[in-house]
């Protein structure tokens, strides 16, 4: 009848759908001292999606959510997509020329950030050049803007009833940025149907979610695996999510734990690591008996720290591949079938297969692409019809990751087909921080890699040619990392950095990475 085919809001099937099915007085969010049902959810999803529409947001624009983990994240993101709107929630530690580059490429329209980010880049905003409408949420609720609309004052006048936008299942829903290899950020498109397929097969099938589970991400909602584990799955089973705003430290993490007592904990291998080291050091003893099973992903988890976890809480880690570009998990360990050291097998609803440079599948036991299919996959990166044609191919996509099977189905990481690293489950381009330390006047050439650790785990490591006249210094070493530092995203830094007197090259002249790392 509208001419868009059947109706499929994303937002009403999460959240709407939970109140008209009796669940409205359940917690949703726990969040500090607050308890957020569904109902005060749907609540104030509405009014976040009728003060946008308020200021003239219309179905397909877009709108960057530069938000820390929040019930205003939530139904900001919800709330968006109600009215047809489409969200990009990013991450939130970047430099203000990450956030000008995601509002220019994005064209959005609308910015809703917290007001400790919009200090760092509101003097910036001539540059931005599609961006109308800038709505910060401040810790201080009563606090007025002069320029930007306080995100508070806005909802708090809005409307508690929405009409819910008539998108269809293939309509964008949300995007995300995911990083490139020469640092640009490619646009992850995603339909409106997506959360739902992630939902129904690896949080309802490999999770076992239930409406009875309370879900903690320690990996923030801007991406997607925290995205995934704090919100869509909880809110898709009808469960709970627990949210912490800040850093995701160690002692942090176990106190969250122990006070909101989650059933399923997302966490990334660096985490692991740094939780177990500090139980450890500390000599203090964590009560997580809460928790029935912990996920990782964004990394290979190292077969060591599954049987650490282990010996230590008896719980079990399902290390899981997923990636933006999937949504979520596609390959994962199981409940009760768990091999550690390899990724597990292929999650119902996707399939996988790892294929030669001709295309063709390979034997068990031979490495080579992972190209995988399934119904949450993006339909593409935005504005970049070049790479779109390279990474997917009919239904398959062209993961960049190098893995084999064995017989029995088990499917092992052996690295990426690229330069990208994963520093602690985040992407960074080597070819980034070479482009910024290369600035410092006494670097001749650099190369960056990552450096595998005792543990199995990647460290940033630069090699430095310095030119004549400078010498290698433990105080150089320092200017360059807070070089690093204050140019790039904090995590970005390389830890070690290393003086040679050449770096290795082709005959062409092209520095040779792997041959650095060892
Ligand atoms: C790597 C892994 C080995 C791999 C993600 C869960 O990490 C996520 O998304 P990204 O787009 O990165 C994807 C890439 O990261 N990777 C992720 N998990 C594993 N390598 N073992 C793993 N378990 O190179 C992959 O292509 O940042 C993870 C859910 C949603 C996600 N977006």
């Known amino acids: 009848v509208n001419g868009i085919g059947v109706p499929y809001n994303t937002s009403a099937r999460f959240i709407d ?11 949703a969010i726990y969040y500090r001292s607050q308890q957020v049902t569904y109902r005060d959810l749907q609540m104030s999803v509405n009014k976040t999606g009728n003060a946008l529409k308020g200021l003239g947001v219309e179905p397909e624009n877009r709108i960057l959510l530069v938000c820390h983990d ?66 910060v949420i401040s810790e201080d609720r009563q606090k007025l803007f002069v320029k930007e609309f306080s995100f508070w004052a806005l909802t708090q006048q809005a409307n508690e009833q929405l009409e819910t936008c008539c998108t269809c299942e293939d309509d ?39 409406k009875d589970d309370i879900c903690f991400s320690a990996s923030k909602l801007f ?20 949210l912490l705003s800040e850093r995701p430290l160690p002692e942090k993490v176990f106190e969250m734990i122990e006070t909101f007592k989650p059933t399923i904990f997302f966490g990334v291998p660096t985490l692991y ?38 010996d230590m809480y008896n719980l079990d880690i399902l290390d899981g591949i997923g990636s933006t570009e999937a949504l979520h998990i ?9 091999k550690p050291g390899t990724s597990g097998k292929v999650v119902p609803g996707y399939e996988a297969k790892i294929v030669d440079e001709e295309g063709h599948e390979v034997p068990p036991d031979t490495v080579g692409d992972l190209v995988i299919k399934g119904d949450s996959l993006t339909p593409g990166y935005w504005n970049l019809h070049e790479l779109n044609k390279m990474r997917i191919k009919g239904e398959w996509f062209f993961t960049g990751d190098k893995y084999s099977r064995d017989e029995e189905g088990y499917f092992k990481y052996c690295g990426r087909a690229d330069d990208m ?8 381009s080597p070819i980034e921080v070479e482009n910024c330390l290369v600035e410092h006047p006494a670097v001749l050439e650099i190369a960056v890699v990552g450096e595998e650790k005792d543990d199995g785990l990647t460290l940033l490591k630069a090699f430095i040619v310095l030119k004549n006249g400078y010498d290698a210094s433990g105080e150089l ?26 770096l290795p090259k082709t005959s062409s002249g092209k520095i040779q990475r792997f041959r650095l790392r060892v």
């Open 330 to 338: 596609y390959i994962s360990n199981r409940i009760g079938d768990i």
């Open 17 to 27: 759908e939970k109140v008209n099915r009796g669940l409205g007085e359940k917690t």
């Open 70 to 135: 929040s019930p205003e994240f939530i139904s900001s993101f919800y709330g968006a997509i109600k009215i047809g709107a489409v969200p990009i929630p990013v991450n939130t530690m970047m430099k203000p020329k990450d956030y000008e580059y995601y509002l220019n490429k994005s064209r959005a329209k609308a910015l809703i950030i917290h007001e400790d980010v919009w200090e760092q880049i509101k003097i910036f905003r001539s540059n931005y050049l599609y961006l109308q409408h800038v709505i």
């Open 172 to 210: 964008a829903a949300f995007w995300l940025f995911s990083s490139g290899s020469t640092g640009e950020a490619k646009g992850v498109i995603h339909l409106h149907h997506d959360m739902e397929y992630s939902l129904d097969t690896y949080a309802r099938q490999v999770l076992k979610i239930t």
């Open 477 to 502: 070493t320092e200017q360059l990392k807070a070089l690093a530092k204050s140019k790039l995203a904090k995590y970005k830094y390389p830890r070690v950095i290393e003086y040679l007197d050449e």
């Open 223 to 242: 991406f997607a695996y925290g995205l995934g584990g704090g919100m869509f799955f909880p809110l898709g089973a009808g469960a709970s999510t627990v």
């Open 273 to 310: 690591g740094s939780m177990m080291d500090y139980a450890e050091r500390s000599g203090k003893a964590f009560n997580l008996s809460s928790l029935r099973i912990c996920t990782s992903a964004g990394e290979a988890l190292p077969e060591s720290f599954s049987r650490r976890w282990k």
């Open 421 to 428: 690293l994963k520093i602690g489950g985040i992407w960074v």
